[in-house]
C-alpha cells in the first residue's frame, strides 16, 4: 500500500481511530515495553547531555557561540578558552607584579595566581576528557541508534495503520481482493514488528555502554579533584611557611576591611565637612555640611590622598573624598 493512495488510507484510518469509529491493532506488549524504555532512554540521555555540557561550559554565550560554529561545520575546541581559574589567575599574577613581588601582598598574589592557573588548567583537561569520554558518546547513541529507532517505530505504526485498514475494508467488503490485501498487510506488519523488536532490544546494550561512560566521568572527576587538591595543599603550605599561619577567620563587614585596621598604622584627626557628601556605593559615607567628623589618615599621605576613611559621631563608617573636608 503505496503512493498518495496509500496516504490517504492512512489518514481515513487514524481519523476513525480518533472519532472512534475503527479498529486498532495493538503492539505486541514485549514491543510496546522496549518503545517505552527507548522513549525513556532518549528523554533522558537528552535531559543528561544538556546538563553535562552546563557543567563542561558553563558560559551560555560561550555554548551559542559552539551552537553556531557546530551548524558552521566550523570548529573552536573547548580547551581554546580561558577558565575562570586561569582568568583570575592571570589577575593576580599581573596585580602581583605590578605591586612588586617582593613585598608581602605582591608575592602572595603571584604564587596565588599561578596555582590559580594550574587549576584552570586541571578544570581544561577535566572537561575535554568529561566532553571527549562522557558527552560526544551520549550523543553519538542519540544521532545513530536513538534515530535508528525512531525510524523503525514510525514504520512500524505505517505499517499497523496499513494492517487495519485492510481489516476493515474486508469487514466491510469481503471479497479475495481484500483477503489478499489482509494477507499482504499482516504479513508486512509481522516483518516490520519483528524488525523492531530486535532494534529495540538493543536498548539494553546501549544502557551498558551509558554506564561505562558514567564510570568514566567518574574517574575524570576523581583524577580532577585529587590533582587541583595537591596544588591548594602545596599552596597553603608555601603561604604558612612565608607568611606564617593563619590566625583565625576575619569576618569582614562593608566597610570593617579598610576602617578596622587602625591599629597603628593610622593617625585619626577630627575634621569638618565642607559640603554634603552623598556616596555613591556602600564604601562610601553620608555627611551634611558642617558635620563634626573622625578620619583616619596614613601618616605621610597628607598631601596626595585623594579619599581618606571617616567616622561620624554616631559610628557611622566609610570613605569621603579629601576635597570635601577640612582638617581641623
Known amino acids: 500500500m503505496a503512493g498518495i493512495g496509500g496516504m490517504f488510507n492512512r489518514a ?25 524504555l527507548a522513549e525513556s532512554t532518549k528523554k533522558w540521555t537528552e535531559t543528561i547531555i544538556t546538563n553535562a555540557e552546563t557543567m563542561v561550559l558553563p558560559n551560555p554565550a560561550a555554548r551559542v557561540e559552539d551552537f553556531v560554529l557546530k551548524k558552521m561545520n566550523k570548529e573552536k575546541t573547548k580547551d581554546e578558552r580561558l577558565r575562570e581559574n586561569e582568568a583570575l589567575g592571570n589577575t593576580f599574577v ?14 602572595a598574589l603571584v604564587k596565588v595566581g599561578i596555582v590559580e592557573q594550574k587549576l584552570g588548567q586541571a578544570e581544561r583537561e577535566w572537561a575535554k576528557g568529561t566532553n571527549n569520554r562522557f558527552v560526544v558518546p551520549m550523543r553519538i547513541f542519540l544521532d545513530g541508534d536513538m534515530k535508528q529507532i525512531n525510524i523503525e517505530r514510525e514504520l512500524l505504526e505505517t505499517k499497523r495503520l496499513d494492517l487495519d485498514f485492510a481489516k476493515n475494508k474486508f469487514k466491510k467488503t469481503p471479497t479475495q481482493q481484500t483477503e489478499r490485501d489482509l494477507r499482504e498487510a499482516q504479513n508486512s506488519f509481522d516483518e516490520q514488528a519483528a524488525a523492531t523488536r530486535k532494534i529495540c532490544s538493543g536498548i539494553n546494550q546501549c544502557h ?17 579533584y585529587k590533582e587541583s587538591l595537591a596544588h591548594v595543599e602545596e599552596l597553603r603550605k608555601e603561604l604558612d611557611a612565608t607568611l606564617g599561619p593563619l590566625a583565625q577567620e576575619v569576618e569582614y563587614t ?45 601618616p605621610g599621605t597628607e598631601d596626595t590622598a585623594e579619599w581618606v576613611l571617616g567616622e561620624t559621631m554616631d559610628h557611622n563608617k566609610g570613605r569621603i573624598p579629601v576635597s570635601y573636608i577640612e582638617i581641623l
Do not use: W
Not at 94 to 105: D, N, P, V, W
Open 208 to 224: 551498558k555502554q551509558q554506564l561505562s561512560c558514567l564510570r568514566q566521568l567518574v574517574e575524570a572527576q576523581h583524577r580532577y
Open 254 to 298: 562593608e566597610s570593617s576591611y579598610v576602617l578596622n585596621a587602625t591599629d597603628g598604622a593610622t593617625v585619626s584627626r577630627k575634621a569638618r565637612v565642607l559640603y554634603d557628601y552623598d556616596p555613591q556605593d556602600v564604601s562610601g559615607m553620608a555627611c551634611k555640611t558642617d558635620d563634626i567628623i573622625t578620619v583616619y589618615i596614613v
Open 94 to 107: 599581573a596585580a602581583g607584579q605590578q605591586y612588586g613581588t617582593l613585598s608581602e601582598y605582591g608575592g
Open 12 to 36: 481515513f484510518q487514524k481519523a476513525g481511530e480518533t472519532v472512534g469509529s475503527a479498529e486498532k491493532t495493538a503492539f505486541p506488549e514485549d514491543i510496546q515495553e522496549a518503545i517505552m
